[in-house]
């Protein structure tokens, strides 16, 4: 107990969920299947904020202009077997208001993460690189809730 006070004594505090100072929210552009948006809606959804299908009666659009993650080789032995990876994700997007005003203009979020690679261990090389995705995702949207609850609607 007395540590729990001495904490909030120096001003610590757990890490809540961002506020997000607007109502709606519509989310255009992303690709088909895209994980990124499942994980914003996941997020959207612990917050009072509603997510719109229709971009034209939401407070605020967020739109996607580039949505994809990729994977290249970095480090191959001279017999052409790769022993390193580099996944990234990439999302590009704008905030506008549904009456076309814009909030935040072009704004890139880029992840890059290395994964070594031995043919060996292919099956557990794979859930870690579905696990590495997952992670980079996870901090993609955490960069926009944190981004979203700094917006101010015109008004």
Known sequence: MAMATGLTACGFAPRREP???FQSIALTGFAPGSSLALELRRQ????????MEDANKAELVLEVLLDTRDKSSVV??????VREWQLRVKLDY?????AGELLL???ELRMSRDLNYTETHALAKEQE?????????SDVVNQL???LAAVRLPG
């Open 145 to 147: 809730m944190r981004r």
């Open 76 to 81: 191959s032995t001279s017999a052409g077997q």
């Open 105 to 107: 203009p072009r704004t």
């Open 44 to 51: 959207l959804a612990r917050t009072p904020v509603k997510v």
């Open 94 to 98: 704008l905030l506008r208001t549904s």
């Open 129 to 137: 690189e579905a696990q590495l995705y997952r992670s980079m995702n």
């Open 19 to 21: 506020e997000l100072l």
